[in-house]
């Protein structure tokens, strides 16, 4: 039900955009979110949506480099990402809840049933 899409390989310094499209009914009202998980590390949370996209959550490692939005029409989320570094080298994955999460719940990847395969992201120095 989640596709994403976008990864590939990017210099430090550059920017990408990360889509995952949903196959879902109702989609303005999941909560949807990004995860990453890179080589020899636990999934971690970078960024959350929820509702029709006015309320965001953005971790602290990608605050001010990251945007997440929605496209309603398309039922697709996007993730861009700027001044990337090889720290954000990762699988990135999206995910999704039919309930609209508390602020404080929204990084937590065990309040989304939904997943996506994931995408890689490689940043090289």
């Known amino acids: 039900q989640l596709q994403a899409s976008g990864g590939g390989l990017v210099q430090a310094g550059g920017s990408l955009r990360l889509a995952c499209a949903a196959s879902?009914?109702?989609?303005?009202?999941?909560?949807m979110a990004w995860f990453r998980q890179g080589p020899g590390k636990d999934r971690e949370f970078v960024a959350a949506s929820r509702g029709s996209g006015t309320t965001t959550r953005y971790a602290d490692s990608v605050r001010g480099r990251a945007t997440i939005s929605r496209d309603r029409a398309a039922s697709t989320m996007f993730l861009h990402m700027n001044s990337l570094e090889p720290e954000d080298t990762a699988v990135y994955y999206c995910?999704?809840?039919?309930?609209?999460?508390?602020?404080?719940?929204?990084?937590?990847?065990?309040?989304?049933?939904?997943w996506g395969q994931g995408t890689q992201v490689t940043v090289s120095s």
């Open positions: 879902v009914r109702a989609f303005s009202t999941y909560t």
């Open positions: 995910a999704a809840t039919t309930r609209g999460l508390i602020f404080s719940a929204m990084g937590s990847p065990a309040e989304y049933g939904y």
